[in-house]
């Protein structure tokens, strides 16, 4: 494959997540609202691993040395144990739209804790980029703040899964250099599971009579493409780009879950609203496309 060709894999990859990733809030503001939340995760997660495992298996790639096992337990309750809680309760509890604009606030946790071990440099080019998306971030966050269903409660506990997301987005670029993102990706959402479980068995059960259609396909959406190919997906993204590079790229998810809302759900975009958004987008891109020539003969070079 040429590196041309990788790089176009790279970006494609890092685009499906950031799209599944922000129609999941609408999904799982709907769906919470018929299963409970620790139901949710244990379903989500499960569907997860079957697949995942089923493609390891077949591959023959699942085997993982026992110390990276202890590793991989440990991300796993930052992601997606922890953050999957904060998110999901979030959501719960106040708007979709909101949810993703304070998820979007992912970049700049990453940033500050990479400089703190010496894993990103602090380029006028990156500060500048970060500045403008959380300039439009601000400006949408802003926009919103007189609008119904929004929670000071809801936000901060989907802070707490901002802070889970970038502790882990660092962390798992050494653990990259030892497993393959199949790999990763398989093992984090199986170990979550045996905290997922018991929560979910004490769940009340009258969710199966209530919940519908909908909701069933809503849970597949989560589980196969939200949960297995958005976190493979954005695994092999880390393979090839820096932590701060692909943490940037979810700037955007707002933007997705703005526009989703508006076109699915008739929600209307103020003006103010759409200068967020486009400010966001001249922030991520000003950050993502910086010496993209020389990036792309580092992906050529693996």
Not at 226 to 233: E, I, Q, T
Not at 259 to 284: D, P, Q, R, W, Y
Request: glycine letters at 8%; hydrophobic letters at 55%; charged letters at 10%.
């Amino acid at each position: 494959m040429t590196g041309y060709n990788k790089s176009v894999l790279v970006y494609s990859c890092l685009a499906f997540a950031m799209i599944v990733w922000g129609l999941s809030f609408l999904a799982i503001k709907d769906v919470v609202s018929h299963i409970p939340v620790f139901t949710l995760l244990f379903l989500r997660f499960a569907i997860a691993t079957i697949l995942l495992g089923t493609l390891g298996y077949i591959k023959g790639s699942l085997a993982v040395p026992k110390r990276d096992l202890a590793t991989l337990a440990g991300l796993s309750l930052l992601s997606p144990i922890g953050y999957f809680l904060f998110e999901t309760f979030g959501v719960a509890a106040t708007q979709a739209s909101h949810v993703s604009v304070i998820i979007a606030a992912i970049p700049t946790a990453v940033f500050v804790i990479a400089l703190g071990k010496h894993q990103e440099k602090a380029t006028s080019r990156k500060v500048l980029g970060l500045f403008i998306t959380y300039l439009g971030i601000f400006l949408l966050v802003f926009s919103g703040l007189h609008e119904t269903g929004a929670s000071l409660m809801g936000d901060m506990l989907v802070f707490g899964a901002v802070m889970c997301a970038a502790m882990r987005t660092v962390l798992i670029k050494d653990t990259l250099k030892r497993v393959t993102p199949l790999q990763l990706t398989f093992y984090q959402f199986m170990l979550s599971l045996a905290v997922f479980g018991p929560l979910a068995a004490t769940d009340d059960w009258s969710w199966v009579q209530s919940a519908g259609l909908m909701q069933v396909l809503e849970v597949l959406f989560l589980g196969i493409f939200c949960s297995a190919g958005a976190y493979l997906a954005m695994h092999y993204a880390l393979t090839r780009l820096s932590a701060t590079q692909v943490a940037a790229a979810t700037s955007v998810i707002p933007v997705i879950t703005l526009f989703a809302e508006a076109i699915l759900m008739g929600t209307h975009i103020s003006m103010l609203k759409g200068l967020g958004t486009a400010a966001a987008i001249v922030g991520v891109l000003f950050v993502q496309t910086r010496n993209l020539r020389r990036r792309n003969a580092a992906i050529e070079g693996g």
